[in-house]
């Protein structure tokens, strides 16, 4: 499975450019985004408290 993941750091940001870019990317390669996840989040915040901790998470699960 195949999931991009998008953050932007404050509520006046979008995600719109970088799901362009990624989308563009994976067209280039051959690439199916199966899921998208996004969030507004501070970069500063511990990884366990964004998206991307609980992502990572899953995908340490699922290799061991």
């Given at each position: 499975?195949?999931?991009?993941?998008?953050?932007?750091?404050?509520?006046?940001?979008?995600?719109?450019?970088?799901?362009?870019?990624?989308?563009?990317?994976?067209?280039?390669?051959?690439?199916?985004?199966?899921?998208?996840?996004?969030?507004?989040?501070?970069?500063?915040?511990?990884?366990?408290?964004?998206?991307l901790?609980?992502?990572?998470?899953?995908?340490?699960?699922?290799?061991?």
């Amino acid at each position: 499975m195949v999931i991009a993941y998008i953050r932007v750091s404050t509520e006046k940001q979008n995600t719109e450019n970088q799901k362009f870019e990624i989308e563009k990317y994976c067209k280039v390669n051959g690439i199916v985004v199966e899921k998208w996840v996004e969030e507004k989040i501070s970069g500063l915040k511990k990884m366990k408290e964004r998206m991307l901790g609980g992502l990572l998470s899953k995908l340490k699960k699922m290799i061991y």
